[in-house]
């Protein structure tokens, strides 16, 4: 089981086995806490492990946040895994993204053999069994395999819609005051279709008048926004947004047996639209900001929040998207709420948000490119100094499901760096499958909550309804033809004759009267706070 191939366990000489395990009783002693804490696995010196000398991660310091990196294949996800079921057992509620499908398998007990049973011994867990934990398996929109969960888009805001539709700084901050726009005068964006019609109002020579004094909106760039969203919903994108709106107090849900449930976002066939999960993960914490009051230090966190694929939330990410993330991270520890970051470098995740992250889980890096070798050596230097490992060499020769961990101890104090032998997870360490998923799901308490997406009035209905003794409208015409735009894709029905439809219905007087009398409706204006996501209206 050694794995540094210049050590061989049963050769070494007394003095050496003597210095081997000072060294880790020293190191392990920088773990030792008073309070409850996540085992993470035991100390490995010279390719030695000491299943006496336990890493872990004191419970009062998880809400200091934490990365898990590593190449692929190198065992993030059974880190991730073993984190959560002991989060569970604490009575911790957990979030996250299962990006592969494969933490599914939390919800099953694990299987046991003898790789599992040795690996539970040298880990100082030789009462391991196989254990089942409390799992919600929720998915984004109508078309996953998990309970359907939507966000509505006035709540979104324009950051995340914006890292979602892949705008540029420009277009940002154009689509910033559209909902600017709509949220001074009350108008609820709930789906896709009432922001279009929203941006098809602002283009008109109508609108234009509306956005004198809070600046302008070029027809070129809404023409950049309109095609993005008919590339959203063209990948089905519009499921995600609407109602029911996921309550995000969901997610702090404990079992009848007192151990948390851990929700998994379950990705399935829409993997091709990560950032989208990566994205409304962040709407999901940004809204938990605003919904959790201030928790001060608490002995365990409230919930503990997991960014699987990190980099795609930082890829591409506009300033405006980075400065709120970094904040969210920062802001959000009072509220007793630990965030996760899981990604193959750590040199995926900016430097802002990186310092603030308490526990460090590193899992063996290739270094092949010039590139590599440069996240290693940065990697390292990120490292408290350590007389026992030299850390580069240690970082390139980790055995699978092993790490170089540093984590906050109870006082607050990076703890030794440890070469640690991860402990095997008790659930089950593959898929449970789509139809086990399904079943899970459809027998949930939330689908009756959010099983069915409910279409109300918002904007676009609103604005529709009051075009009085408007003659029958076309049925298969929902939503409002696009400006002319040369490239745009055809609109999903054909084009009315005459004046468009978003001109019949913003042309209307009972409209304009509709929209300043939403606007003066007292209290009605939404407000945005952290990330520009908007104060969840009260039902
Ligand atoms: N703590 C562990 N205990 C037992 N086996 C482990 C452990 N960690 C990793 N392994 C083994 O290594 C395999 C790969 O681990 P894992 O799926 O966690 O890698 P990963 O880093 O998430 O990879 P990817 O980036 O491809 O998702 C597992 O299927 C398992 O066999
Ligand atoms: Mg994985």
Known sequence: MTLDPSAAGDVQSPADKSRIA??????????????????????????????SARV??????????????????????????????????????????????????????????????????ETGDPDWSPVGFPVQFVSLGTDGIGVPVRATITSFGPILLSKV???????????????????????????????????????????KADL?????????????ILRALVNLEADGGDTFFGEPEFETEDLLRVADDGRGVVTLFELGAQAARPVMFSTFLMWVLADLFQTLPEAGDLDKPK??????????????????????????????RSKGVGVFFCTQLPTDVPNAVLSQLGARV????????????????????????????????????????????TVLSEKGAPTPVAWTRMRPPRSRMDTIGDAGIRRAAASSTLQAKYGQTIDRESAYELLTAKVSGAPDTDPTLDVPPLPDLPDLPPPPAPAPEGPSMAEQVLGNPAVKSFLRSAASAAGREISRSIFGTGRRRKR
Do not use: C
């Not at 009783?25 to 309070?35: C, F, H, K, L, V």
């Not at 020769?397 to 092993?402: I, M, Q, R």
């Open 56 to 121: 872990r991660i004191p419970l009062a310091t998880v809400n200091r946040h934490g990365l898990i990196a590593g190449a692929t294949g190198t065992g993030k996800t059974k880190t991730l895994q073993g984190i959560a079921e002991q989060l569970s057992t604490a009575g911790v509620p957990v979030v996250m993204a299962d990006v592969k499908g494969d933490l599914s398998g939390l919800s099953a007990p694990g299987e046991s053999n003898d790789k599992i049973a040795a690996r539970a011994v």
């Open 212 to 224: 004198k004094g809070i600046g302008g909106v070029s027809a070129a760039t809404a023409g950049v």
């Open 303 to 332: 919930l503990v929040f997991v960014f699987d694929e990190a980099h795609l939330l930082f890829a591409d990410a506009s300033k405006a998207f980075l400065a709120q993330v970094e904040q969210t991270v920062k802001l959000i």
């Open 22 to 51: 000072k060294a880790a009783a020293e190191i392990a002693s920088g773990y030792a806490s008073d309070g409850a804490a996540l085992e993470l696995g035991t100390v490995v010196v010279d390719g030695v492990v000491d299943p």
């Open 362 to 405: 590193q899992h063996a890096l290739r270094a092949f490119t010039p590139d590599d070798q440069k996240a290693l050596t940065k990697t390292v230097r990120t490292y408290p100094t350590t007389e026992h490992y030299d850390l580069e060499k240690a970082l390139t020769s980790l055995g699978t499901g092993e790490a170089v961990v």
């Open 165 to 207: 539709l892949g705008l540029n700084g420009t277009q940002e901050s154009t689509l910033g005051l559209i909902f600017h726009w709509a949220d001074t005068r009350g108008l609820a964006l709930l789906d896709l279709k009432d922001l279009r019609a929203v941006i098809t109002h602002l283009t008109s020579d109508e609108g």
